[in-house]
Nanobody
């Protein structure tokens, strides 16, 4: 099992920045990739970004490219999501997820095995 705890959410003005953190514990040696997803009110869960644990390869959703950066600190078993130039449409609950085995696709929710509880991000216009 892998446990994930997110932090760093809050309320920010449009154009501002936030950094989310996701601390992983448990069988982290088995993790292949980590991802961030979000769910806005009335919408489905949406892929934001992902990173592979071993080589740091990254994938981003088009809607956040150039504004968000995902990174990993292997020494702390922590994944970060730096969010800049935030927009009101970025408002959502953000979830961290861990993939327990290598899979071909890393941008869809079903391939992730473990999920955090979520952290609210609100961007005021």
């Amino acid at each position: 099992q892998v446990q994930l705890v997110e932090s760093g959410g809050g309320v920010v003005q449009a154009g501002g920045s936030l950094r989310l953190s996701c601390a992983a514990s448990g069988r982290t040696f088995s993790v292949y990739a980590m991802g961030w997803f979000r769910r806005a009110p009335g919408k489905d869960r949406e892929f934001v970004a992902a990173i592979t644990w071993s080589d740091g390869g990254t994938v981003y959703a088009d809607s956040v490219k150039g504004r968000f950066t995902i990174s990993i600190d292997n020494t702390k078993n922590t994944v970060y999501l730096q969010m800049n130039s935030l927009k009101p449409e970025d408002t959502a609950v953000y979830y961290c997820a861990a993939m327990g085995a290598r899979r071909r696709v890393i941008s869809t929710p079903p391939v992730y095995d473990y999920w955090g509880q979520g952290t609210q991000v609100t961007v005021a216009s």
